[in-house]
Structures are given as C-alpha cells and as structure tokens.
C-alpha cells in the first residue's frame, strides 16, 4: 500500500511539473502578430469584389507588379521580376514571377494579369488611354500593346493600374465577355459583375485575408507566399480606427505595432517617453489646401478667392495644424518644395504672387468685387450678409485646427464662417467633400508625386476617382479649360487639362518644364484652390516588438511611407525588414541572402534593368539581418543592353529558442522518473 500510495505521490508531482511548464513551453510557439489600424467594415458597407464600389483592398493581401520608389521614381519588381521596353513594335513585355499562388491555392499566371486589365478596361481606368490590347504568349509573359506612348505609361502599368486583383478562375468570365463586347456592351457587364460577391478576399500577398468584424480586420501568414522566407509574423491585426484622437490611445497603450497618425506636440512628447515608442517625422510629399467651390456664384469671382487668400495667416494655420508638422506654403502654386526645380525660373523671376496676410488687399479686392463692409460684416453685392461654409474631416485633428484658426481669423476679417467636421468616411464621399456639399473644403497636394502630374492632375482633373467637375462644380472645368495667364510678360490661353495630359505623355523635359510653369501660373494667379501648408508625416513604430529599419540611414525608405504606409510596411515585412525582437519574442530570425544572375540579351529595345545589392548587418541581441536594398535603373534609347534578372539563394529561416527554465524543468522531470524507476526496481 505504501508502496502504491509512494508511486502515485510522485506520478502526481510529475504531473504537476509538467503543467507548471506548459504555459513556458507554449510561449514558444506564440504567434508573431503586428497590429496597425484598418478602416474598413464588413459588408455591406463594404466589398469583397475587388471590382465593386467600397472593395476592401489592403496592400499586404493584394500585390502590384513592381513596387514604386516614389522618392528616387524607380521599379522594384513583386510580381514581375522584369519588363522591356519595345518601342520599335509599340510594345511593352512583362515577365511575370514564377511560384506565386493565390490564396485559394491556384497558381498566378498571366492569365490573371489579363482578366484584371481587360475589366479595368471597361471600368475606363486611365492606363486605357495609352495602350489598347493585351496579349499573353505563355503563363508567365505578357505583351502590352501600346497605341500612344506616356512617360507616365510604366507608372501606370506597373504600379497604379498594377495591382493584380483579378484571378482567371474567379472574374475570367466576365474578362472574357468584355474582350468580345463592343463599349457600349461594358456597362450592362459591370452592372452583372459589380452583383457578384465572393466568400472571401482572394490575393497573392504575404498574408491571407482570415476575417473582418465591425472592431477589426484579421490577416494570417500564408504559408506559399512566394518570398515567405522574409516574411517573420504569423498574422497582422488591424483594429478599426478613423480618428487621430482614438489611434493616440493605442499608442500610448502599446497597442500598435507601426502606424501613422497625426498629433499634437504635447501628444507626441508623452509618446515619446514610452520605452517602446520609435518616431519617424517624414516629408510627406504632400500639403493641405483650401478648395473653393464654384458652385458658389460668388466663388467663383477670382478677387473674392484672393481676398480670402490675403485674409489667412497661412503660418498661424500651419503652426495650428502642429508645430513643426506643417510648413507654411512660399509659393502657392501646386508644386511641393521638392519640386521647385520645376518652377524655378518663374521664382527667379520673381513673378508668382505669395499672398503674404495682408488684410488691406483683402478689401480692397472685395469692394472691387462690389462687397460692402458694415459695422465690421462683409455684405455681397445682393446686400446679404457673407457666409460661407467651411468643411473638414473631423478625426483630422491637424485639419481641424488649421480650419478653425482659418474660421476665426475670417470672421475676424468680417466673413461669416460656419465649421463642420464630419466623419472621416463621410467626408471623403459625396455626402460631403466629393458630392461638392459645401463652401470651403480641404483636400491635400501635391498628390505623394515629386513629378507635378500627379498633384495637378488631382488639382485639375480628379480626386478619388471622382471629376472635379463634380467636386467643385461644372463652371470649374468651364472656366480652367479655357483661361488666360501672364507667362513671362505675355498673355496666352491655355487649357489645364490638355497640361495636365502633357505632363502625363511627354519625354521631353523642356516641355514639362513649360507645361509645369503654365500650370503653376494658373494655380497662383487664378487660384483654383489655395494651397495652405507642406506636410511632415508622424510614423510611429513599435521598437520593442519588433527591429526596424534605422531611419537615419534609411530615410529614403520610410519617404516612400507618404500617401501609402501599408505600401511602405508590406516592402519592408516583405524584404526581411521587419523582424521580431528577440528580446519581446524570445526567438531567433536569420534572414535569407540574395544574389542577382545577369542574363545578356541582344535586342533592339528599350530595356528596364533591376539590380541587388545585399548589405549584411548585425543588429543587438541575437538576430542577423541581410537587408536587401533593391534599385531599378532605366534606359530611354534603343540599343542593345542587359537584362538583369532577380535570382533569391533562400536557406532556412529559423526561430529558435533556448529556455533554462524548460531545460530545468525537464531536468527536474528527469530526475523524479528517475527515482520512481529507481525505486521500484530496488524494491523488486
């Protein structure tokens, strides 16, 4: 009996060791998981169909054919590895990346390349306009056939209209009815398509789509990524967050993992007295403007703008927005700083006005208009009081206090100016901003281009996909299709959407100069809207979960963050620059090396070479990293050249763990059966 009660006593204490050690051996098979917000919701408000109004489509699901270096205007291949230029045959020749899958499991093959351009076809998306037929030779090439050549053609087909989203096995069909279809047949297609709703969200990217709730969208590792090797978190959570104020919490809370939300310096410094907190202050590539709606009859008068433009301290609203955020604007022209060189003989010249405050120019330009002040109020020529409608995005905090310190110093001028903050989704729809619903508004500038198409083109042309006709009015197009400037002493007509084309097509850089400085011109002296601001933008990372990038000697990388932050994080997550603190994770992460094989090819084309450099370095504790710096170079001429393609030597990426607490605990076991076998056998 003794025996028996001896011999359980010490199964019992066994037991109990082992489940003492379960949570400590469990730790070690923790997932890696990254948080950084989301703003979606789930359907019906929005879509699954990448194709439907509201589609849901986050970068690190979705992939593009080459990623875009905006800061130095280069292609990094993703799902091409290379492409050629064929000038002489009007042709574009795209080889697609082998092994990549979509999430479902069926291979990626040119086919899906196809079924995504034919649809974007009949949606009217502007890559349209400069190519017209695709052909696909075999699974992994495809041949643009190109009907009007564009500087900005590669941008559009790599990048912009380049994220393939579109597999065969899925939305083939309806690719197949409009590659048969005449135009006028599209709409009755897309009307059937736009009907379809998927399961589930279908990409190639690092991370499957798991699930979407009204307080969260979910992301897991998929397993067959094609650089899986690089790629060191098990899921990314994205909590659903629209406002400035609600993100600050979850920073100060260790919440988020890597984000980008706006804040006040009192914020930002508590920020920063976490242990945890990395900050980034980026230039963001972009501004915050002032837009006049020219539905309003007396907006549309060109003194009225220029008096309101006199009428704000464009440094008082820059300092309101944050201090050291945003820099006021020296030129309102449309053209970021970075881009002066573009406008740099009209600032050497010294012809652009700068709306410099001035209070007195501001009435004398609005009695010219026929305005009259009474007892401190402005009246328009009807004899009613001026009133006017300012509107911004509510969760924009720096927004939201540039507009009120713009609202106050105009009622203070003797405008009356109501404030609405709105929703952020609700602004940016055509309930509010789009719908062209208001007065005044904000928009950005500038556009996250160094290159002044972009900006103008969002200026002049569209804003999230909508025309500025319907933004700002249908006299808006009227009025700038068909207006006069002073270049340089002279006055000429000139149209802006035919100069916002020619940015978009043309090689020759005297010309983008001129059609730079013409668009510049009608910006500072028409004032189309008033651009207030340049912005630096807040990144913030989690240093202590995860190693990140230095941004003192990878600034230009985190550049590319401005007007796309999930962009940014997807490269870095996906070139191995994102990895778990050992420290935090208790894990080991050797990163896999690369190589770059050159393949000579002799013909008679424009040829886009990629090369790799690999840069190894240590980093404190015990992870190795081998950051690949990738740079893409282009040739304009036709000659015979090299063709430079990617080839990645991968060796396994381990995670490893040695912990003295389990080795001890095991030990421990070790010796109680032991002693039980010890025991037994001395008392048979």
């Not at 709409?187 to 709703?197: A, H, V, Y």
């Not at 706006?262 to 501004?287: C, E, R, T, W």
């Not at 189309?528 to 990388?557: G, M, Q, S």
Request: proline share 6%; with cysteine; net charge positive.
């Amino acid at each position: 009996m003794r025996r028996a009660v001896a011999l359980v006593s010490l199964a019992i204490l066994a037991v109990v060791a082992l489940s003492a050690l379960a949570p400590i051996m469990n730790a070690q098979n923790k997932e890696v998981v990254l948080y950084t917000h989301g703003w979606w919701q789930p359907p019906p408000q929005r879509r699954f169909n990448p194709f439907a109004p509201g589609a849901i489509k986050i970068p690190l699901v979705y992939e593009r054919l080459a990623f875009w270096d905006k800061v130095h205007n280069k292609f990094i291949p993703e799902l091409a590895v290379s492409w050629e230029i064929d000038k002489a045959k009007n042709e574009i020749i795209v080889h697609l990346r082998k092994g990549v899958y979509w999430h479902d499991g069926y291979p990626f093959t040119s086919k899906d390349v196809w079924t995504t351009f034919m649809i974007y076809k009949a949606m009217g998306r502007p890559v349209w306009n400069y190519i017209d037929k695709i052909e696909t030779p075999d699974n992994y090439t495809v041949v643009f056939h190109v009907k009007h050549w564009a500087y900005l053609l590669l941008w559009y087909l790599l990048w912009q209209d380049g994220m393939i989203v579109g597999p065969y096995h899925i939305y083939g069909k309806w690719a197949e009815e409009i590659a048969k279809a005449s135009p006028s047949q599209y709409k009755s297609i897309l009307r059937d398509l736009i009907k379809f709703e998927p399961k589930t969200i279908i990409g190639t990217g690092p991370f499957k789509f798991q699930s979407i709730t009204s307080k969260e969208v979910v992301l897991v590792k998929f397993d067959k990524y094609w650089n899986k090797d690089y790629v060191f978190i098990d899921k990314v959570i994205m909590p659903y967050i629209t406002s400035n104020q609600v993100g600050w919490q979850y920073y100060e809370a260790g919440k988020l993992d890597y984000d980008c939300f706006m804040m006040p310096p009192q914020v930002l410094n508590a920020l920063l007295k976490k242990p945890f907190a990395g900050i980034v202050k980026i230039y963001d590539l972009s501004g915050f403007a002032l837009v006049f709606n020219f539905n309003n009859k007396w907006l549309r008068i060109p003194e009225v703008r220029k008096a309101i433009a006199y009428a704000i301290n464009r440094t008082k609203a820059a300092e309101a927005a944050g201090a050291g955020m945003f820099t006021p604007v020296k030129y309102p022209t449309g053209v970021l700083t970075v881009g002066e060189p573009w406008i740099s003989d009209l600032i050497k010249k010294g012809v652009l006005n700068t709306y410099s405050y001035n209070p007195a120019k501001a009435k004398e330009l609005l009695e010219k208009a026929g305005f009259k002040l009474k007892n401190g109020v402005w009246y328009t020529p009807d004899g009613t009081p001026f009133k006017l409608t300012l509107v911004v995005p509510g969760s924009y905090t720096d927004w939201s206090a540039a507009a009120h310190e713009i609202a106050e110093e105009l009622k203070s001028f003797g405008i009356q100016v109501s404030l609405s903050t709105p929703g952020s989704p609700s602004y940016w729809s055509n309930s509010w901003y789009l719908g062209g619903h208001y007065d005044l508004a904000f928009d950005f500038f500038g556009a996250w281009m160094i290159y002044p198409w972009k900006g103008f083109h969002r200026m002049f042309i569209e804003v999230n996909n909508r025309p500025r006709s319907q933004v700002q009015g249908e006299y808006f197009k009227k009025f700038f299709d068909h207006v006069q400037i002073n270049f340089f002493g002279k006055t000429i007509t000139v149209n802006a959407t035919q100069l916002v084309n020619t940015l978009a097509v043309t090689f020759n850089e005297d010309e983008q100069k001129k059609a730079a400085e013409e668009l510049a011109l009608i910006v500072n002296q028409w004032l189309p809207e008033y651009p207030i601001a340049e912005k630096r933008l807040i990144l913030f990372y989690n240093k202590e979960h995860f190693i990140w990038p230095n941004p003192k000697t990878n600034y230009d990388l985190w550049v590319n963050a401005g007007g796309g932050h999930l962009d940014l994080l997807y490269y870095m997550i996906t070139h191995g620059l994102v990895v778990p603190n050992p420290k935090y994770w208790g894990i080991t992460v050797t990163v896999p090396t690369t190589t770059t094989t050159t393949v000579t090819k002799t013909t008679a084309t424009t040829v886009t070479t990629a090369s790799t450099i690999v840069k190894t370095t240590t980093v404190s504790g015990t992870v190795t990293v081998s950051k690949t710096v990738i740079t893409t170079q282009y040739k304009t001429t036709t000659v015979p050249t090299t063709v430079t393609h990617l080839s990645t030597v991968t060796t396994t990426v381990t995670k490893t763990t040695t912990n003295w607490a389990i080795a001890g605990g095991l030990w421990v076991i070790g010796l109680i059966i032991g002693i039980i076998i010890g025991w037994a056998a001395k008392r048979k």
